[in-house]
């Protein structure tokens, strides 16, 4: 089954510590996209990435890093400078980045939180 | 910038009503709309597209209605089912731009 696959389900964070969510796609998907979710609002653009090697920052970048070394894959890392990471993470691909009308797919998200 | 917003944070409906949700977008540019149905602790799921071109389209048992004089994006679902309960979420984009922004969503709640 094509599709994107986020792992792990459940994660949890300690003070000072770094930790990476997994995002995988075998869509062929040009363009993949991290989204935060806090309870009660909408999804927030973290990072995005419309090629391989190259990526961009959304509006809460800030204590969160990526990489694209891959075409398949988009890992989110979320450091320890991000002082509220409590959230429900959110990956996304659709054809091209620059593609009008080409709706996003979702995989099934990471629950992160602070122990 | 952009903002897409939701005018009912809750909606509950009796089972086998229809339910009209509703979204208000304020990027006259916005060219592109999508619904989503997000269930407890999963991904969005797509659920119905329209673009600027049409007023509006049909799915199973979802129309999306677009009212581009007054940026405003409807949902119906007709005859609600329990299964039909999730958060449903709008979101634009527009060809000059390359992300999507999303409403807060709204809580439907089918009772049996």
């Known amino acids: 089954d094509g599709g994107i696959t986020q792992s792990p389900k459940y994660l949890f964070r300690k003070e000072g510590q770094n930790v990476t969510l997994s995002c995988e796609q075998n869509l062929n998907h040009d363009a993949m996209y991290w989204y935060r979710q806090d309870p009660g609002q909408g999804l927030r653009l973290i990072y995005y990435s419309q090629i391989v090697n190259d990526f961009q920052k959304g509006d809460i970048a800030e204590g969160y890093s990526v990489s694209r070394e891959k075409k398949e894959s988009f890992p989110l890392t979320v450091t320890s400078a991000q002082k509220n990471p409590t959230a429900f993470y959110l990956c996304?691909?659709?054809?091209?980045?620059?593609?009008?009308?080409?709706?996003?797919?979702f995989g099934s998200g990471t629950q992160l939180s602070v122990l | 910038g952009e903002s897409v917003g939701l005018h009912l944070p809750t909606l509950s409906v009796q089972e086998g009503d229809n339910s009209i949700i509703n979204c208000a977008y304020s990027n006259s540019a916005s060219d592109y709309f999508i619904w989503y149905k997000q269930e407890s602790g999963k991904g969005p799921q797509f659920i119905i597209d329209?673009?600027?071109?049409?007023d509006k389209r049909q799915g199973q048992r979802v129309t999306v209605l677009l009212n581009k004089t007054v940026k405003h994006l409807s949902l119906q679902i007709a005859a609600t089912q329990p299964g039909d309960s999730a958060v449903y979420f709008c979101?634009?984009?527009?060809?000059?731009?390359?992300?999507?922004?999303f409403g807060t969503g709204t809580s439907l709640t089918v009772i049996p």
């Open positions: 996304a691909s659709r054809t091209r980045d620059d593609a009008t009308n080409e709706k996003l797919f």
């Open positions: 329209i673009r600027s071109n049409m």
């Open positions: 979101a634009e984009n527009s060809n000059t731009g390359n992300q999507f922004y």
